[in-house]
């Protein structure tokens, strides 16, 4: 892509403020096009490895993109040269798509049970195929996607030196229940037409190798793979249950928040996540703004938390919205483990798991829309659930907002880097400046900071919020500064 060159030459310092330009759409509807319920983007996701995508949506399907742009050098001395320096920005195209959930019923509480994906993870690859969790309300399943080669029956082969007396060739006729019979004229001989078997080009086969069901009782809306390649876990409002991924029918209980009485409820689980590296580790936030870290070798039933992570209460009244708002919606750990990413209605928040005492970084997202908490409270808005990702340096992190933006902001110790970019062919068509200066001092990552509410107005232009498009879901590249972001059926792809 033209200029792809300058902007990677720009991003190779990573202490610079990147400049993002668009990369690629999928899925774009033209101007009053309607958007279909089931065609909502509701779920995206990087493998490790960055080489493949996957979406899934309201309807139940899960569509999976592949990189084309991968290194593929002959040996020549350009090609060598050029391997000192990063590859283009990615590109990936269409690999196939399957129905992986069904609407269903569930005939004892008499619910129905919607097909919508509420989240993939990838997992370990084997023997050049691919292997991914998808999950919907109550039920988990394992996927295997491998290519495999179609073979297809052609022309019916003859043996030309059997032949009939007058040169021809015989046709069998099946009779006895489809035995060929084969007819053969005095003085000659018959022959037998036989298939033959070719194979074309492969093509992906995804496949369902495990069904995890019928152990949560509530909405299903995490699940985690572990380091270990192992297990996995599954969460809902309030347990959290550990899974072998050989073992369908059965689960542990690892956390459960149910109180004796129902009336005695106070918070419930929202997003668990388990630590990248250390497979005895785990978090999961609550609906109150506080975030727990678990040891799986404490004890087999972990109620009770190797640490907390909430922020001090502010000083002065409460609001009815306070609470609302304080509820984390999604958590994110850093590629090393050390840090987590948690977002809340408001605000990006980043922990140093080594200090509980607070975060050490909180983002402003939208700090302008505090003045309109009742209209947000009115047409439901205040309970979406915004996903937030972190870049695999651990220098950014990026999260949704309204009007199909997203703001990507630098977490490393000293940057100022804020960014407002809009989910369309011209991503900088709501630019927010970046101040000249930042908020509060930082010379060290374990100061507080707190940034991005400089957001002059609603957006950069000062245009009205429109609150039916949301950016509720997006994910970061695993290895260069690339992001995906959903925007109803859109998936947008960016790079810097």
Known sequence: MNGGDEVVAASADPSLPLEWRFSQVFGERSAGEEVQEVDIISAIEFDNSGDHLATGDRGGRVVLFERTDANNSSGTRRDLEETDYPLRHPEFRYKT??????????YLKSLEIEEKINKIRWCQTANGALFLLSTNDKTIKFWKVQDKKIKKICDMKSDPSRTVGNGTVASPCFVNGGVPEVNSSPGGISSLRLPVVTSHESSPVARCRKVYAHAHDYHINSISNNSDGETFISADDLRINLWNMEINNQSFNIVDVKPAKMEDLSEVITSAEFHPTHCNMLAYSSSKGSIRLIDLRQSALCDSHSKLFEEPEAAGPKSFFTEIIASVSDIKFAKEGRYLLSRDYMTLKLWDINMDSGPVATLQVHEYLKPKLCDLYENDSIFDKFECCISGNGLRAATGSYSN???????????????????????????????????????????VISRGSESPGVDGNSNALDYATKLLHLAWHPNENSIACAAANSLYMYYA
């Open 405 to 447: 933006l997203f703001r990507v902001f630098g977490v490393s110790p000293g940057s100022i880097e804020t960014a407002t970019l809009e989910a369309s062919r011209n991503p900088m068509r709501r630019h927010v400046p970046i101040p000249s200066r930042p908020s509060t001092a930082l010379s060290s990552i374990t100061r």
């Open 97 to 106: 798509e399957f129905q992986s959930h069904d609407p269903e019923f569930d």
